[in-house]
């Protein structure tokens, strides 16, 4: 019910891992579609609604989950650097992985971001690169694709028409023969 009536107020509504539902703002005015739907969720009793919006999963899941306000909107551009200060563990590296990454030193997602590539690569492998570029906010998870557009199309149906008045048949073959003439 909750999922149906936040589909009231935002055009697309997913719900994610961790409970966590997501609105589809592209269009929209990100900070009052968040503000929209904490509303929706409080009218259904959920007292501790938070919302963020960014441009990025990433940067918007941060400021959800981990904002003391209730709507934390990340200004545009301004991912990376919001992310940066949080502990690593704001990203839900597999424990594996955040282990190493422990083992390393690194504590926060900016300290991590700052690495290049190829180390990541050499001592954490793929998994390790994808957390490395969730980190530099280059968050390339889509919650929502774009909806398939239904191609143009024509078709053409067979009339059959008769003429029955031999004036309107004269009339028709002048009006044919006229350009074929000149």
């Not at 009793?45 to 959800?64: I, S």
Request: glycine fraction near 8%; aromatic fraction near 6%; hydrophobic fraction near 45%.
């Amino acid at each position: 019910d909750l999922v149906a009536s936040l589909l009231g107020v935002a055009p697309r509504v997913a719900v994610g891992e961790r409970s966590l539902v997501w609105g589809d703002a592209r269009g929209l005015h990100g900070g009052q579609l968040a503000d929209a739907m904490r509303r929706v969720a409080s009218d259904y009793g959920f007292d501790d609604v938070r919302a963020g919006v960014a441009l990025t999963p990433v940067a918007a899941e941060v400021a959800a989950t981990r904002s003391e306000t209730p709507l934390l909107v990340v200004p545009v551009g301004k991912d990376r650097s919001f992310i940066a200060p949080y502990p690593l563990a704001v990203l839900s590296p597999p424990e594996p992985l955040a282990a190493l990454v422990k083992g390393l030193g690194i504590e926060t997602v900016g300290a991590f971001a700052e690495l290049d590539a190829e180390s990541i690569e050499i001592r954490l492998g793929a998994d390790g690169v994808r957390l490395w570029q969730r980190a530099r906010a280059d968050d390339e998870r889509f919650l929502f694709k774009t909806p398939l557009r239904a191609l143009p199309s024509a078709s053409i149906e067979g009339v059959e028409y008769g003429l029955k008045d031999p004036e309107r048949l004269q009339f028709v073959i002048n009006s044919l023969a006229a350009p074929v003439c000149t």
